[in-house]
C-alpha cells in the first residue's frame, strides 16, 4: 500500500475563492481522489475560531456546475453562504470528497451484505460480488486518513458532536452506514434520496441491529416522488420504524421528509439541502 499524502503535500488549486481543491489526496485503503474543501466567510480573517465540519460524497457535484455529473451542482457553497448571513446555522467547513469509477463499491456498505452477488437495482449499475465491495476501506480512508489532515491542516472542532457526513442516494446509503460504524466519529448523517432499494432493502436488516445510541446522534432522511425516488417510499417508512423502534426521537434525533414531485438529481437536492444543514447546525439544536 502506498503512504498517505498529507494535503500540504498535495497540487493545490482554487475553485473559488473559498474552495480549495487538493488533486489525487493519496490513501493506503483505497485509490487517489481529489477532495475540495469549502472555508465559510472570515475564515482567514478570524484565527481564534474554530468551526464544525461536514464530509460530504460525490465532492465534484456540491460547487461547480462545470464539473457536476449533470451539468448543476448542488451550490453548497451558495447555501452555506446564505444561512450563516441569515443566523439560521453555525458557520462550518464543508470537505467534499470526489468519487470514483469504483463509487458503487465504496458506497455500498459492505457489512450489510449477505450475500456472494448483489443488484444495485439501478438502471446500468453492476451486479456487485462481495469481493468487490470495499467501503469499509473508503470509511478508514475518511476517519483514518482524511479527517486527520483536515483536523490538523484547519480549524476545525474534531468532535463528535460536531462532525458529520453526508450525500444522495448510494451517498445517503454510506452516510447513515458510516454513522453505525463510526457513532464515536460522526454525530449525525445526512441521507438525501437514501437507495434503500440496493439489494432489495439489505441495509434496513443491518440498521436494525446496528444503530448507535438515540439522542447522542441524529439522522436526516428525505426522498422525492419521481424518477428513482419513486420508490423510495415504502422503505423510508420501515426505516422510520426501525429508528422509533430504537429509541429514537422524530424531529429531535431523526427527520424524515417527502417532497412530492421531487426528481433523483442535484437539482433536487440543491432546493432542499438547507434542511439538514439546519438540523445539524442550527445554533438552537
Not at 499524502?5 to 485509490?31: A, G, H, R, T
Request: aromatic content about 12%; glycine content about 6%; proline content about 6%.
Amino acid at each position: 500500500m502506498k503512504p498517505v499524502m498529507p494535503f500540504q503535500n498535495c497540487l493545490e488549486s482554487l475553485l473559488s475563492v473559498n474552495v480549495k481543491n487538493y488533486k489525487n489526496f493519496d490513501s493506503k485503503f483505497i485509490e487517489p481522489r481529489n477532495v475540495d474543501v469549502w472555508v465559510p466567510p472570515g475564515y482567514e480573517q478570524n484565527k481564534s475560531e474554530r468551526f464544525p465540519v461536514i464530509y460530504m460524497h460525490d465532492g465534484q457535484n456540491l460547487f461547480d456546475p462545470n464539473l457536476s455529473f449533470i451539468g448543476v451542482a448542488w451550490g453548497i457553497d451558495q447555501t452555506m453562504t446564505r444561512l450563516i448571513r441569515q443566523g439560521t446555522i453555525r458557520k462550518a467547513i464543508v470537505v467534499g470528497i470526489w468519487n470514483t469509477e469504483n463509487r458503487f463499491a465504496e458506497y455500498m456498505p459492505q457489512k450489510a451484505v449477505t450475500h456472494p452477488a448483489m443488484a444495485l437495482n439501478v438502471d446500468d449499475a453492476p451486479v456487485l460480488s462481495y469481493d468487490q465491495i470495499v467501503s469499509d476501506r473508503y470509511l478508514r480512508f475518511i476517519v483514518d486518513e482524511l479527517k486527520h489532515c483536515i483536523d490538523t491542516t484547519y480549524a476545525t472542532l474534531a468532535d463528535r458532536d460536531n462532525t458529520f457526513i453526508m450525500g444522495s442516494s448510494m451517498g445517503g446509503l454510506i452516510s447513515a452506514y458510516a454513522l453505525c460504524e463510526y457513532p464515536a466519529v460522526f454525530g449525525g448523517a445526512g441521507c438525501l434520496s437514501t437507495h434503500w432499494p440496493a439489494g432489495d432493502g439489505i441495509v434496513l436488516d443491518y440498521l436494525k441491529d446496528h444503530l448507535p445510541e438515540p439522542h447522542a446522534h441524529r439522522f436526516y432522511f428525505d426522498y422525492g416522488t419521481e424518477t428513482l425516488d419513486a420508490s423510495y417510499e415504502p422503505y423510508q417508512h420501515r426505516v422510520d420504524e426501525i429508528m422509533r423502534n430504537a429509541g429514537y426521537m422524530e424531529g429531535k434525533d431523526f427527520i424524515t421528509r417527502k417532497f412530492v414531485g421531487a426528481e433523483h438529481s442535484e437539482k433536487a437536492w440543491s432546493e432542499r439541502v438547507h434542511l439538514p444543514l439546519t438540523f445539524f447546525l442550527n445554533e438552537s439544536g
